[in-house]
């Protein structure tokens, strides 16, 4: 099917109306010392373009908006985080900004999440989760859903990763998908660090002081390999949970399962 962009003209939208608009939102965050601050952006970017590519419907795919709710990591270099107040009004904003223009399947790829999680927990970027619901609720005709790529393809991450059960943050998972995608920014000497708190601490304790080192999992394990693997195992995961969320919604008129 058609994917359109930023490089295709307002013509090229008249000429074939995109049906799903997929949103991309990640994060601007620390991660390690061997990871840019740009991690989430750059394998959200990549994620995003595979997604797009296999959607079985014309398809708008949005830049990635870089910035989420980076509470755990502020006051750490690198990071830029916006209020929870202000990611809502972003997602609310852009699925509007879509809805008036007739395109009525909105996705937000809600940055990558994990494999801890499930479908229906956000990893990150809490907020998007209740604005979504709220677009739902209030805009007619409006089918809004958001998803988590790490997350969908949670079965497959944890036959790929090793570590997988201990993986939260530049670990092996996103080591191994930016030295499959980015090699040249992965620096050498990426530390292990699993601390003995459980992740829920985040939501009270910064990660600075869980763990030091800015990483939450084994990064030493990481392998262009199994990032590529894991890459196609996401795009997939993301894309059927997509299409499956949008045949399951199809012809509801009571209620709406948004995740």
């Not at 852009?94 to 399947?105: D, E, G, K, M, T």
């Not at 262009?224 to 997939?236: D, R, T, Y």
Request: hydrophobic share 45%.
């Amino acid at each position: 099917m058609v994917t359109l962009n930023l490089e295709n003209t307002a013509w090229d939208f008249k000429d074939c109306p995109p049906e799903v608009a997929l949103l991309p939102l990640v994060c601007m965050e620390p991660h390690g010392p061997h990871l840019p601050i740009g991690t989430d952006g750059l394998i959200m970017s990549a994620i995003a373009r595979g997604v797009a590519e296999r959607m079985s419907r014309s398809t708008y795919l949005l830049p990635v908006w870089p910035l989420g709710t980076s509470g755990a990591h502020l006051g750490q270099p690198g990071c830029v985080s916006l209020e929870y107040q202000t990611l809502w009004a972003v997602v609310r904003d852009v699925a509007l900004s879509l809805h008036a223009h007739q395109i009525r399947h909105v996705v937000v790829l809600n940055n990558h999440g994990s494999p801890l999680t499930t479908t229906t927990r956000p990893q990150g970027n809490a907020v998007v989760k209740t604005a979504v619901r709220q677009l739902n609720y209030e805009t007619q005709g409006l089918s809004a859903i958001w998803v988590q790529p790490f997350a969908a393809a949670r079965a497959a991450f944890f036959e790929i990763f090793a570590a997988a059960e201990s993986d939260l943050h530049a670990g092996e998972i996103e080591t191994s998908l930016m030295l499959h995608l980015a090699p040249d920014l992965v620096r050498a000497g990426a530390p292990d660090s699993v601390p003995a708190s459980p992740p829920g601490y985040l939501d009270a304790i910064p990660f600075q002081r869980l763990s030091p080192a800015g990483v939450w999992g084994r990064a030493s394990l990481a392998s262009a390999k199994k990032g590529g693997v894991a890459f196609a195992a996401a795009v997939g995961a993301t894309v059927d949970y997509i299409e499956q969320t949008f045949a399951a919604l199809h012809g509801e008129t009571q209620t709406r399962s948004v995740g």
